[in-house]
Structures are given as structure tokens and as C-alpha cells.
């Protein structure tokens, strides 16, 4: 076989594509790139002479959608009019068509890919029957059986790099997957863990399968957020290392990259990082690793290596830090190369849910410490938290809560667990009949809760987790209330108005936050579209009474004027 296409997923569930209205669809398609089938493209293309095209439908979609919401100027809690499936044809064909693939690969990232993987399986072979579709990634490792009862012919678990280059070099493909144990089939559902550990052989990735170019209007919404500056942003994802040594409950990395951290040569992603600065004047390089610092002076190594390519390049960690393994010495070198936002999971507050239930070696004093360090170095501080673990209780949830509220946090980003397949709390939820009728793999959100257990119901979580995000990040929020500096609050407000232009707590919150700037230009505009949002909408009566915002609002003042 000659000719592969290798498709990414939209990141959102078919059914919140779907179901195109405001409150299922807070969060907006995030796009990303494709830097997983990057590699495996790299790998089959450095070994033979392949034809591979990435079908990135998650640029596609967030592309299309854009057009749509243009031309539908849709009202608050209205659907678009949209023909996902119909959509998914025209640009399955058309690849099809231009590219004529012998083999196709899905990504299969989240659980809710699966979705996404039925249908593109099952329209390639209306297409043609005589295309082989194969899938992989993490959420295919963790459900090969549930993958396999779609069209798809043949999944690999774990890393996709050996399978993948094995099965274009076959002579006859379908004999190869029915004999190879590193593919699992419909007739031989049973497949062998595949590791690719020898990561300086895909470095640097085969850049030229994507246009980076055209991805970066749509990569600033979500990358480099945290910048505040004019300059323009140019960006690319890398992974410097592959796998986390940690035992955290809710993860399932494991399942694919094992226990073990295995790492490029740091010479090696220095090489990549200056070929992408000279090449495509990439400016901003975020750095995909799951544990970033397992080596401290690796990691260190790394962030003064990029400083002396150019120190003009900012570096971004998304995926955060293990907390336990930072101290100032490695803060200080973040804040020095450039370094001006970070991201850091904690989890939670409460010691009984942090060392027995999650299993995170963190000392919630650690995490304390942590945070004013980076605070010291005037460092943007996200932090994340999950609430709702089996046996957590209500105080315990609250617990979290005040600390969120008793820290240095600039903004802090509050979900619900997510058991995910391949995790050790999935079991647990399974074991112990925790899982709810809402626990739908190809339709759960971050925002639906689907837990269940004596102490609460997803209902409750899901109005916990809410307000908690309103009290800690708006009503309470650090930079306005709690000694931070306002023009830091600016940065969360906009993060959230570039998802829900209409949230009327990030409009009035944003304007408190000119108006403590002292801006008045500014306050007056964004007091102006609070009030009219309030006029304009009911959902939002509630959470204003409870705050006693509305008197507020109308007279374009913030709390306390």
C-alpha cells in the first residue's frame, strides 16, 4: 500500500456537534496539532515511500463553524441549523477523491472519539468497501471491543509508529492484520501492547504534512492565552518526552506510554525548536509532555536552550507540572526564558481524597508554596481541580473550594470527574455502582457529571462545580478582591468571552476590572454590555439576585462604589 490518509477527530462529541446551543456547547471546538499523527506519519515516511495526508477535521469543523455562526448570528440558547453528518460526507469523499487512499487511521484520543470513529468508518466504507480503517490512540487502547463492533477492520494498542509502517509495507494487508499481534480484528480481538521508545527517530516531525501557517489564526484562541503583549503569535506544538511515573486515579496515560518516562536527546528538540524558529517564525513553543519535569535539569536544560536560540521565544507548558517535583530554582528558570503563564493540577484541597482516593503524591502545602512562588516571579497561575470522587463528600468538595479561595490563584479551572476508560477510577465507579444514566461515552461533556453515589447526585455536582467556578473566579476572583492586579483578571474574563461572547459575569467582573485600572472609557463600554445582556435574557436573574448585582449593573459601578 502506497497512499494513506491518517484523520483527527473533532476534540468535541458528536452529540455537542450536534446540539449546537450555548449551554451544552460552552466550550467552543479547540483545535490543535495533530502532533500524535505527526509522528506516525514521520516514522512510516522515514522508513518507506509512502504518499500520507493528515485530515485534521477538527480544524475543518472549527473552520466551517466559524462560517456558520456568521451567517446564523444565532440567539442565546438557539441551535444551529446544521448537517454535521452531511458535512462529515462532502469532506470524507472529497479527501477520498483527491487522495485515494489504500488505508485510512482514526485517531481515537477521548472516549467520546468513538463517536466520531463509527461514523468516519462506516461513511469510508459506503464509500468504498475496498479501503482498510484502522484505528489507535488512547481511547482505543482503553476499548478496542467497543471499536471494533464498528466498520472499522483493525485497531493497535498503545503507540501506532511499528504497526502502522508494518501493515503499508505488507504485501497482502488483510492477511498481514489477521496474523500480526500487534493488531486486534473482529476475528482476533485479542493484540499485543505496542511501545515505541526510540523517540529521536521521529524527530524533527515532517512539518511540511500540515500548514502550519494556516493553523495559527485558529491555535491563538486557545495557545498563548495568557500573553499579554501585541505582538504577533506564531505557534507549535512539540513533545519532548512520552509518559508519567505517577499513579493519579482518574489518568489513563499509563495504558498507552506505560509507567516509564522515555525522552528525545535534548540536543535532539533543540535542533527541532531552531528549525521551526528559522523556518516558520514560530515565536511560541508549547510543550505537550505529560510530565514536563520528571528531570529537573532536563527541564532546564530544555527552557535555556530555547532562551538561547531566541529569547524572543515564549514557551508555554499546557499540560502543567508534576507540583511535587517544582521548587524555585525551576520556577525562577521559567519565569527567566520567558515563561508567563502556567498551568498546575492540584486536584484537590483535602488530604483523605488526595493520598487515598487519587493517589497524587502532593502535600497540599506543597501546592501552597507552589503557587507563591510563581506568584513571586509574576507568573499567571492557572490552577485545575476536579470535585466529585467516589466517597468525597459535600465538606470535603468545600474544602477545595476555600483554598481556591484562600490562594494566590489567577484563575481557577474547576471540572467534574470524568472516569475515563483505562483508568483505576473508572473501576472503582464500576465496582461500586457509582456510574449514572448520564455516563454516555459518545455524548459526555466536561460541564455533565455522571457520578452517583451516597453523597451526592450528578445534578448536585453539576450545580456545585458552577458555582464554584462563578464565586472563586468571578465574585471572589484574586486579581479584583484579593490583592492581585486587575489587568491580570482582564485575562480570564477574556478567555471566557471568547467562548460565550454573552457571559454577562465576565462582562460586569471585566468592567470592575477597568474601573480599578482606573480606565473609565473601557468600564463604562463593558458596564453597557453587562446591562444589556441582563435586559436582554433571563438565564442569567438568578445568579444576579443572589449577588445583588442588578442595582450594580444599571448604574455601571462595581462592588462597594
Known sequence: ????????????????????????????????????????????????????????????????LEKLRDESKKEIGSDINFDYEKYLWEILTT????????????????????????????????YSKNIIVVAGGNAVTNMPGKVLETDTDAVTLGHGEEPMLELLNSDDPYKYLRLSPKWATKSKPDSQHNLYTKLNDISPLRWDLIDLNAYQRLL?????????????????????????????????????????????????????????????????????????????????????????????????????????????????????????????????????????????PLKIEKATEIINLLQKYDIYVRAFFMLGFPTETKEQMEETIQFMLDNKINWNGIG???????????????????????????????????????????????????????????????????????????????????????????????AVAYEQMGDSENAKEYFQKANSVMRATKIWDNLIEKYGLKGLIVKGVGPGS
Not at 488505508?103 to 463509527?118: E, N, T
Not at 529569547?311 to 527567566?336: C, H, R, Y
Not at 458552577?466 to 483578571?489: H, M, Q, S, W
Request: hydrophobic letters at 35%.
Open 220 to 360: 491563538g484562541v486557545f495557545k498563548g492565552l495568557y500573553h499579554i503583549g501585541k505582538s504577533q503569535r506564531r505557534i507549535a506544538s512539540l513533545v519532548s518526552s512520552r509518559g508519567c511515573p505517577f499513579r493519579c486515579s482518574f489518568c489513563a496515560m499509563h495504558t498507552v506510554h506505560g509507567r516509564k518516562v522515555h525522552s528525545v536527546d535534548v540536543s535532539k528538540f533543540l535542533e527541532e525548536v531552531r528549525f521551526l524558529h528559522n523556518e516558520y517564525d514560530i515565536n511560541v513553543i508549547a510543550i505537550e509532555d505529560d510530565t514536563f519535569n520528571f528531570n529537573k535539569k532536563r527541564a532546564i536544560e530544555i527552557l535555556e536552550g530555547i532562551n538561547k536560540i531566541s529569547n524572543k521565544i515564549e514557551v508555554e507548558i499546557p499540560s502543567g507540572f508534576a507540583l511535587q517535583l517544582m521548587d524555585e530554582e525551576l520556577i525562577a528558570t521559567l519565569s527567566d526564558c520567558g515563561v508567563k503563564w502556567q498551568q498546575i493540577a492540584i486536584e484537590s484541597a483535602n488530604k483523605e481524597i488526595l493520598e487515598n482516593v487519587i493517589h497524587k
Open 416 to 510: 467534574m470527574l470524568k472516569p475515563i476508560s483505562g483508568s483505576d477510577i473508572r473501576g472503582v465507579c464500576e465496582d461500586g455502582g457509582y456510574l449514572s444514566a448520564s455516563d454516555d461515552i459518545e455524548m459526555t461533556t466536561e460541564r455533565i457529571a455522571s457520578i452517583r453515589t451516597e453523597h451526592f447526585t450528578p445534578e448536585e455536582i453539576d450545580k456545585i462545580v458552577y458555582d464554584a467556578n462563578i464565586e472563586t473566579n468571578f465574585v471572589n476572583n484574586y486579581d479584583l478582591f484579593r490583592g492581585g492586579k486587575p489587568e491580570k483578571a482582564i485575562i480570564g474574563f477574556d478567555f471566557v468571552l471568547s467562548r460565550a461572547p454573552e457571559h454577562l459575569f465576565a462582562l460586569y467582573y471585566k
Open 1 to 64: 500500500m502506497k497512499n494513506c490518509t491518517l484523520i483527527y477527530p473533532p476534540n468535541s462529541s458528536v452529540y455537542a456537534i450536534k446540539h449546537q446551543s450555548d449551554y451544552l456547547y460552552y466550550s467552543e471546538e479547540y483545535v490543535v496539532i495533530p502532533t500524535g499523527l505527526l509522528c506516525l506519519a514521520t516514522y512510516c515516511k522515514n522508513n518507506g515511500d509512502f504518499n500520507i495526508n493528515i485530515l485534521n477535521l477538527s480544524y475543518e469543523y472549527s473552520t466551517y
Open 95 to 126: 479527501n477520498c477523491r483527491e487522495h485515494k487512499p489504500d488505508l485510512i487511521g482514526i485517531c481515537g484520543l477521548f472516549d467520546h472519539s468513538l463517536g466520531h470513529i463509527r461514523l468516519i468508518s462506516s461513511m469510508v466504507k459506503q
